[in-house]
């Protein structure tokens, strides 16, 4: 069973920094795309950022040039590096993976998230 698995998550002031990380373990031959959503109370999931299977990051537009994503296939961890957080940025940050199997299928899976507050 493969299953992402999120921590970093904390109680910040405004401006200040943190990084998110995520682990996928679990059978799988490769992973493909790794990524970032959020979701705060009372709002829809919110994409934050992706990279793809060779190094193509994409970004959501509330975070645009804040967050940074990357990745270690070797270590199976995508990383959020999140700068100059805002209060607006308070959410559970939820990690997923898509990943191939053997014989070519694909599946994609979802961690439990981790909660960042940011908050005076």
């Known amino acids: 069973q493969v299953q992402p698995m999120e921590s970093g998550g904390d109680l910040v002031q405004p401006g200040e920094s943190l990084r998110l990380s995520c682990v996928v373990s679990?059978?799988?031959?490769?992973?493909?795309?790794m990524g970032w959503f959020r979701q705060a109370p009372g709002k829809q999931r919110e994409f934050i950022a992706q990279?793809?299977?060779?190094?193509?990051?994409d970004y959501g537009g509330s975070v645009n040039g804040r967050f940074t994503i990357s990745r270690d296939d070797a270590k199976k961890t995508v990383w959020l590096q999140m700068d100059g957080l805002e209060p607006e940025d308070t959410a559970v940050y939820l990690c997923?993976?898509?990943?191939?199997?053997?014989?070519?299928?694909?599946?994609?899976?979802w961690g439990q998230g981790t909660q960042v507050t940011v908050s005076p």
């Open positions: 679990g059978s799988f031959s490769s992973i493909i795309d």
């Open positions: 990279e793809n299977n060779v190094g193509k990051r």
């Open positions: 997923y993976a898509i990943v191939r199997h053997d014989g070519g299928t694909f599946s994609q899976h």
